[in-house]
């Protein structure tokens, strides 16, 4: 089936502009995450959602940013008033969390949206 | 707080040879899970390989396989006749059995010359 989806490919932005970033996971997955991949940085992580709990935020750097996700499928990741420090790839990752198979555990990752800021 | 270390920044093989990347990596916990995943210029993130810490065989995949050292905390990943379409950044990941987010190496860059 169709992998994980992420739009756009690359965005380019000026400092201070607000940004939304899109994710769209493997059809059935419950989990969600996002991480953040810096030039020279391994990856960060930022953000998890899993069916209707309450999400993971411990990896947010700051208040200006936030993700939602919709009826449980597609994730929207917000900059607010984006700083060239902003600049990343930011890619998307599901997986299908159950209480059984070693597999299901595995997180399956989207190709990342490429951030400049200027 | 885990953390992931890898100790090579960049590597390179010859092509049908064979080449180990090293992990090394920090906890307190007695149950977690490793992987190995790569990154070719396309960005996307694929799995190689995963490891259960309570397992003690070593996982393979075709010709990527782990030797997996829980005792020294060590998880490296041997790549065995070398292909040129190996020529990534490999990136090693750590994730606790009740936390969800992975815990990431630097990566180290494999080049593979024909």
């Known amino acids: 089936g169709a992998g994980v989806s992420q739009s756009p490919s690359n965005k380019v932005t000026e400092k201070g502009k607000d940004v939304e970033l899109r994710c769209d996971p493997i059809s059935g997955h419950t989990a969600l995450y996002w991480y953040r991949q810096s030039l020279g940085q391994g990856l960060e992580f930022l953000i998890y959602?899993?069916?209707?709990?309450?999400?993971?935020k411990s990896g947010l750097p700051s208040d200006r940013f936030s993700a939602e996700r919709t009826g449980g499928s597609v994730s929207t990741l917000t900059i607010q008033r984006t700083q060239q420090e902003d600049s990343a790839v930011y890619l998307c990752a599901s997986s299908l969390v159950s209480s059984g198979g070693a597999n299901q555990e595995t997180q399956y990752f989207g190709p990342g949206t490429r951030l400049l800021v200027l | 707080a885990q953390t992931v270390t890898q100790s090579q920044p960049e590597m390179s093989v010859q092509e049908a040879e064979t080449v180990t990347l090293s992990c090394t990596y920090d906890t307190s916990e007695s149950d977690y899970y490793l992987f190995w995943y790569k990154q070719p210029p396309s960005r996307q993130m694929i799995l190689v390989i995963r490891q259960e810490a309570y397992k003690q065989q070593n996982a393979t995949e075709n010709r990527f396989s782990v030797n997996f050292q829980k005792a020294a905390k060590s998880f490296s990943l041997k790549i065995s006749d070398s292909q040129l379409g190996d020529a990534a950044m490999y990136f090693c990941?750590?994730?606790?059995?009740?936390?969800?987010?992975?815990?990431w190496g630097l990566g180290t860059s494999l080049a593979v010359n024909p």
């Open positions: 959602f899993q069916g209707n709990s309450a999400p993971d």
């Open positions: 990941a750590y994730r606790s059995l009740g936390n969800r987010k992975l815990i």
